[in-house]
C-alpha cells in the first residue's frame, strides 16, 4: 500500500511582509482537532475562499438553525470588519435530497387526493384510519396490536408512559435523547389522528390539520408511481417557498446575504461530471444505476478518508443517515461497508437526471463538492456547518472531492484547510431537528416576542461557538443583564454627546476641553487606560479561535470600571472614546440589525419621534418639580410657562395626554398648597403608570437630568418581580389572618359548653356546686394536687364560655336590628 499522505497539510508558509501583516489568528480546526494558525492560501494573505452547507429546504428554519447561521455570521464578520480578510462566501442550497423529495412528493399527492374530495365521509374516514394503523405498526411497535383510535391515549399510555414522563425507551436509568424525541413525535401525530377520528362531525380543514401527519405517508405510499421524475417543479415548488422564507429569516435576524448561491437543482451535469471524473481515476464503481466512492481504492493510493471523525467510519447508523433512502438496499455488493452513494438511480416518486448510468439524481455529498469546487477551485480556505456534518457528511466531501482532483491520494492536495464546526442548539438534552419536529420556528419565537435578534445573537456571542448550548432561564438572564449593561452605557454616552452638542451651540463651535482637576485627572488616567487595555484583550479573545465570550466579558469589565467612576468624573472625551469603541465592536457582532454609520450605540436606544415634543418637556419640567419638592417645597409660579394644555389634549395623542395630565396634577397640586411629598407622587405616578403603558422610562439620577429611554424586558421583568413579590407578602399576610381568625373561632367555639359541664364525664363520679369533680370514678376522693389542675381547667373554660356567652349575644342584638 501507498504510503498515505498525512491527515492535515498545513497551508503554504507567507512570505515574511505578509506573515508581519496576518493577525496572529488561530481557530479550531477540526481536522487537527486543534487550534490551528489560521494562514489563507491567498499569496497575499488577503483573500479568504469560504463554502458553508446551507438549509436543506422543505420546512421553516427553526432556532436550531439560527445557532448555526447566526454563529457562522458572527466568525464571517470577524473576520471580514475586524481582521479586514476579503471573504468570498458561498452558500448551497439543498432542494434535492431524500427528505425534501419524500415531503414535496407527499404534499403534492395529499393535495391532490384532498382536491377531490369535500366532505369527511365514509371514504374518508376508512382511508383516515388505515392510515393511522400503518403509521402505529412502522413507527410506534409497543402499542401496534393495540392501535384503535378510540382507545389510543390508554393504549399510548400504557405502553409509552415512561417516556411520556422523562425516562429513557429502555428504563435503563440514561437521560432520553433523539431517540425518545421521535417517539414522542410519533406519538403527537398518532394522537391528533386518533382525535380527528373521534370528531363527530368536522369540516374538511379541521379534520386534516388533525389527521394530515398520518395520511402523508399513507397516500405517498399508494401514488407515488404516478410521478413523472422529469417533472422537476412537483419538488422545487416546495424548495423555493422555504428558500425565500430561510433568507427571510435570516435578514431578520441580521445575517449577511452569501456573495453566492449555489443549488444543487442547477448542478445536474456539473455533478454527472464530477462523478465521472471520480470514476475514471479509479476511485468509484457502478452498481444498479448507483455509483459509489471506493473507501479500499483510494486508501490503496495512500489517501486518507474520515479525517474528521475516523472513529465513525464502521458507524452503521451515521452511515445509514448519510445514505437515506439507499439505506433499505442491500450493501452486499458494497467493496466495504464505508463505501457510500456518489449517485443514486432514481425510483418511483423520485426526480432524475441523465447519466451514463441510467436516470439518476446526486447523492447527498457530492452537491457540495461539485458546487464548491466549481467556484472556489480547487482547494479552498473553510468549509463550515454544523457539528453533525462531521460525519458523514463533510469527510465524504473531503474524500471524494480529493479523489476528484487526484489521481493518486498520496500526491492529493487537501480539499479544504480548516472545517469550523458550530454547536447544536438543543432541547432538554435532544438537538433541535425539523425531522423530531420539536422545533421553535425563528419566525415564532420573534413574532411572540420570545426572542429579539439581537437578544438571540447575545446568548449566542456569550456561548463558544463550537459549543453545544441549550437554553435555559440562566442563558436567558445572562443575555438580558449583559443587553441591559450594554444600554446604559450607550444612554449615558449619548447624553454626554447631547451635552457637548448643546455646550457647542452655547459657545459657537468651540468646546470646553478636558477639565485638569486632581478627580478628572484620576478618571481620565483610569478610563483612558482601562480602555486601551480592553482594546488589546479583545483582540486577543478573537485571535484566540474566535472566543467571543471572553470578548464580551472583556466589554462588560470595561463598562463596569466605567459605571464605578464617580458621577461627572469621567471626562467627555474619554467617554465619548469608550462609546465609539464599544459601539464598533458590537457593530462588528451585527448587534445592531438598523445601524447607521457615525451613529453612537445601537439602535432602540431612542423612543419614538412622535412622543419626543411631549415627552422631553415633560421629563424636564418633573426634574424641575423634584429638585424642588427635595429641597422641602414647590412654587409651581417658579417652574416656567406650563403650554396650553387644552391645544396639547386636542392632538388626541397619548403622549401629548401624558403630558397635560402632568401638568394639571400640578396646578391642582399648587392650588391646594399640597406638600412636597405630593409633588414626589405626582412624579412617580407619571413615571411608573402613564409614561410605563406608553413603553417608556424615566431613570432618575442624582444631580442629573432623568434619561428619557423605551422601556425594556428587564424593567418589565424587574417589576414583574416585584408585583410577584409583593402578591406573595399579601397572600402571606391574608392567610395569616385568616389562619388568626380561625383560631379565634375555633376557641370561641370552645367556649360554648358551661363550666358547668366540661367535667360531668364517666371519669368522676361527683361533682361539686360549680361542677368541679369531688370523686373519681370509683368513689375515692380527688387528690388535692389535682383538683388544683382541675380548677385552673375550670377557669379557663369559664372565661371561654363568658367570651362566647358576650359574642352570642352581640349576634341575637345584630340580627334584630
Known amino acids: 500500500m501507498a504510503t498515505a499522505q498525512p491527515r492535515w497539510q498545513p497551508p503554504p508558509e507567507p512570505s515574511e511582509s505578509v506573515r508581519a501583516r496576518l493577525p496572529q489568528l488561530s481557530v479550531y480546526n477540526s481536522l487537527t482537532r486543534s487550534k490551528t494558525p489560521f494562514v489563507p492560501l491567498d499569496v497575499e494573505g488577503r483573500k479568504v475562499g469560504w463554502y458553508a452547507c446551507g438549509p436543506t429546504v422543505y420546512d421553516d428554519s427553526h432556532l436550531g438553525h439560527a445557532r448555526n447561521y447566526v454563529s457562522t455570521d458572527i466568525i464571517r464578520r470577524i473576520l471580514s470588519d475586524y481582521f479586514k480578510f476579503h471573504v468570498t462566501f458561498v452558500m448551497n442550497i439543498t432542494d434535492v435530497d431524500d427528505k425534501i423529495i419524500l ?28 392510515a393511522f394503523r400503518a403509521y402505529v405498526e412502522k413507527n410506534l411497535p409497543l402499542v401496534a396490536g393495540e392501535s384503535t383510535p378510540e382507545a389510543w391515549n390508554q393504549h399510548a399510555d400504557k405502553a409509552y408512559g415512561h417516556v411520556l414522563n422523562g425516562q429513557s425507551a429502555a428504563k435503563d436509568g440514561s437521560p432520553p435523547g433523539d431517540a425518545e424525541a421521535k417517539i414522542k413525535m410519533h406519538l ?29 405517508p399513507h397516500i405517498d405510499a399508494l401514488e407515488k408511481h404516478t410521478i413523472d421524475s422529469k417533472d422537476h417543479d412537483v419538488f422545487t415548488k416546495l424548495t423555493k417557498r ?33 462523478v465521472k471524473q471520480i ?18 481504492s483510494w486508501e490503496a493510493t495512500g489517501g486518507v478518508y474520515a479525517r474528521l471523525e475516523p472513529w465513525n467510519r464502521n458507524d452503521k447508523e451515521l452511515q445509514q443517515d448519510g445514505e437515506g433512502s439507499l439505506s433499505t438496499k442491500k450493501t452486499g455488493f458494497k467493496r466495504s461497508g464505508a463505501d457510500f452513494a456518489l449517485w443514486k438511480a432514481s425510483k418511483d416518486g423520485e426526480p432524475s437526471w441523465e447519466s451514463p448510468w441510467g436516470e439518476g439524481r446526486p447523492g447527498w455529498h457530492i452537491e457540495c ?9 480547487k482547494q479552498f480556505d473553510i468549509h463550515s456547518g454544523g457539528i453533525d456534518l462531521a460525519f458523514p457528511h463533510h469527510d465524504n466531501e473531503l474524500g471524494q472531492s480529493e479523489a476528484y482532483w487526484s ?57 463558544a461557538w463550537r459549543d453545544g448550548l441549550e437554553i435555559t432561564g440562566e442563558v436567558v438572564k445572562a443575555g438580558r443583564a449583559w443587553e441591559d449593561k450594554v444600554d446604559n452605557l450607550f444612554l449615558k454616552v449619548r447624553d454626554v454627546q447631547q451635552r457637548q452638542e448643546r455646550l457647542r451651540n452655547l459657545t459657537n463651535g468651540a468646546t470646553n476641553g478636558v477639565h485638569r482637576g486632581s478627580i478628572i485627572e484620576d478618571s481620565l488616567g483610569s478610563v483612558a487606560d482601562e480602555l486601551d487595555t480592553a482594546k488589546d484583550n479583545f483582540r486577543d479573545a478573537l485571535c484566540d479561535s474566535f472566543d467571543t465570550p471572553t470578548a464580551m466579558r472583556v466589554i462588560s469589565d470595561l463598562i463596569t470600571h466605567y459605571n464605578s467612576q464617580r458621577p461627572n468624573t469621567v471626562p467627555d472625551t474619554v467617554a465619548l472614546d469608550l462609546g465609539r469603541w464599544v459601539t464598533e465592536m458590537i457593530v462588528v457582532f451585527g448587534l445592531d440589525t438598523d445601524y ?9 436606544l431612542d423612543i419614538p419621534d412622535k412622543a419626543k415634543p411631549f415627552v422631553v418637556p415633560l421629563s424636564q419640567l418633573r426634574d424641575r418639580v423634584r429638585e424642588q419638592a427635595k429641597s422641602g417645597a414647590v412654587d409651581i409660579t417658579t417652574l416656567g410657562k406650563f403650554d396650553d394644555k387644552d391645544t396639547i389634549y386636542a392632538s388626541n395623542q397619548p ?81 395569616a389572618k385568616a389562619d388568626a381568625e380561625a383560631a379565634d373561632r375555633k376557641k370561641l367555639e370552645q367556649g360554648k359548653v358551661s363550666p358547668l359541664e366540661i367535667f360531668r364525664t364517666s371519669e368522676f363520679s361527683a361533682w361539686d356546686a360549680e361542677g368541679l369533680p369531688t370523686h373519681d370514678a370509683e368513689g375515692k376522693e380527688v387528690a388535692k394536687s389535682r383538683g388544683k389542675k382541675l380548677r385552673k381547667e375550670w377557669e379557663r373554660q369559664r372565661k371561654l364560655h363568658e367570651a362566647w356567652v358576650t359574642a352570642a349575644a352581640g349576634q341575637r342584638a345584630n340580627s334584630g336590628s
Open 103 to 130: 415531503a414535496a412528493r407527499q404534499q403534492h399527492l395529499l393535495s391532490q387526493w384532498l382536491a377531490k374530495r369535500t366532505s369527511v365521509d365514509s371514504e374518508v374516514r376508512d382511508a383516515t384510519t388505515k
Open 188 to 216: 403527537r401525530t398518532a394522537g391528533s389522528a386518533a382525535e380527528g377520528l373521534s370528531l363527530s362531525n368536522p369540516s374538511m380543514p379541521a379534520f386534516v390539520a388533525k389527521a394530515s401527519g398520518v395520511l402523508l
Open 242 to 274: 422555504y428558500e425565500q422564507r430561510f433568507f427571510d429569516d435570516m435578514a431578520a435576524l441580521n445575517v449577511r446575504s452569501p456573495d453566492q448561491v449555489t443549488r444543487v437543482t442547477e448542478y445536474g451535469p456539473q455533478i454527472v461530471d464530477f
Open 279 to 296: 470514476e475514471q481515476n479509479g476511485f468509484a464503481y457502478e452498481n444498479e444505476g448507483s455509483v459509489y466512492y471506493d473507501t479500499q
Open 369 to 377: 463538492s461539485a458546487m464548491a469546487s466549481d467556484v472556489l477551485g
Open 407 to 463: 489521481k493518486s491520494g498520496k500526491d492529493s492536495k487537501q480539499w479544504v484547510n480548516y472545517f469550523l464546526h458550530m454547536g447544536h442548539l438543543s432541547i432538554q438534552g435532544s438537538k433541535m431537528s425539523k425531522s423530531l419536529k420539536n422545533f421553535t420556528t425563528i419566525r415564532e419565537a420573534l413574532a411572540k416576542g420570545d426572542w429579539t435578534p439581537r437578544g438571540l445573537r447575545i446568548v449566542f456571542l456569550l456561548g
Open 596 to 604: 447607521k454609520p457615525s451613529q453612537l450605540g445601537w439602535s432602540g
Open 655 to 735: 403622549y401629548a395626554n401624558a403630558y397635560a395630565n402632568f401638568q394639571r396634577k400640578l396646578v391642582q397640586l399648587g392650588d391646594q398648597h399640597a406638600p412636597a411629598k405630593d409633588f414626589l407622587a405626582a412624579c412617580d405616578y407619571v413615571r411608573d403608570k402613564e409614561l410605563w403603558d406608553l413603553a417608556i422610562y424615566l431613570e432618575d439620577r442624582d444631580s442629573l437630568p432623568a434619561l428619557i429611554r423605551p422601556l425594556s424586558q428587564s424593567h418589565r421583568d424587574e417589576r414583574s418581580s416585584q408585583h410577584a413579590a409583593t402578591a406573595s407578602k399579601t397572600a402571606a399576610k391574608e392567610q
